[in-house]
């Protein structure tokens, strides 16, 4: 009998699961093999992050709404039992508030609480502080999406650390943390875990071959640094207090465990 997945009853936030709407699943096949890989990583719940906003893809809410019609019957088709919600991952944009105020259906919570918000690539403009602060003050806490991936981030990881002291949550994403990115965005999510900035694991999913929704690889990972404990409250935890809308004070980091053996003698 095959162990059970440390990720089980997962609730992955950041998903590009809907066939045919942006750079994600190319059509409902690849969409039914993506959900197949994330129910078998212990995945309960997806929440379908297509892209918003980010100059090339602007999913509209019912072209996003019939594309989940079609997979979910699909996926009871294929005997496949996968929760979809549907949310949206949003680029950093000044129309942003309005858009929460027409549609605060397209955050992950469904009710304006949490927002995915995606950083321009290659860092985000001095105002970003100013923006995050705004938002949250008017209900909405941002869900940073895969910081670690941001150039500038991975030049001055302590900017992202101040983002998460200031309140926002940080999303990282799980092959970020087994390596599917190369050493320095791995290195720059293992420090943004010790430094306690980190709250929640998603796959960021896009294709069953380049980008599949793995995380138990990726869970080991971040369970050498935060304990399984830890690993579970990122991975799994704190997903599902998100999509819950709970209070942002309920969602933390979890402390990084202390070195132990040969490396603690290293580091000492
Ligand atoms: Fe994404």
Known sequence: MSQPSPCAGMVDLHHHLLPGVDDGAA???????????????????????????????????????????????????????LDVRLAAEVHLHESIPALLQAEPAIT????????????????????????????????????????????????????????????????????????????????????????????????????PERRPPRVCDAFAAAAAIVGEQGARTLFVDNPALVLAGASPDTIESPPAQPRRGLFAALFR
């Not at 890989?37 to 719940?45: N, P, Q, R, S």
């Not at 929440?47 to 699909?74: C, I, K, N, Q, S």
């Not at 087994?178 to 720059?188: D, K, L, N, Q």
């Open 108 to 207: 992950l919570d469904g009710r304006g609480r949490y927002l995915l918000l995606e950083l321009p690539h290659q860092g985000p403009p001095p105002s970003l502080p100013e923006f995050l602060f705004r938002l949250a003050a008017a209900g909405t806490t941002p869900v940073i999406a895969h910081p670690e991936r941001n150039l500038a981030v991975r030049k001055n990881p302590a900017m992202a650390t101040e983002w998460a002291r200031a309140g926002s949550k940080l999303q990282l994403t799980a092959g970020s943390l087994s390596g599917m990115f190369g050493a320095p965005i791995r290195a720059c999510a293992e420090r943004l875990l010790r430094d306690r900035a980190a709250h929640v694991v998603a796959t960021d999913a896009h294709s």
């Open 27 to 81: 059509d409902l096949a690849a969409a039914v093999a993506l959900a197949r890989l994330a129910v078998a990583e212990g995945i309960t719940t997806v929440v379908a992050t297509p892209h918003t906003l980010d100059g090339v893809y602007d999913v509209a809410r019912p072209a996003a709404a019939a594309a989940l019609a079609e997979l979910a019957a699909a996926l009871a088709a294929a005997g496949l039992v």
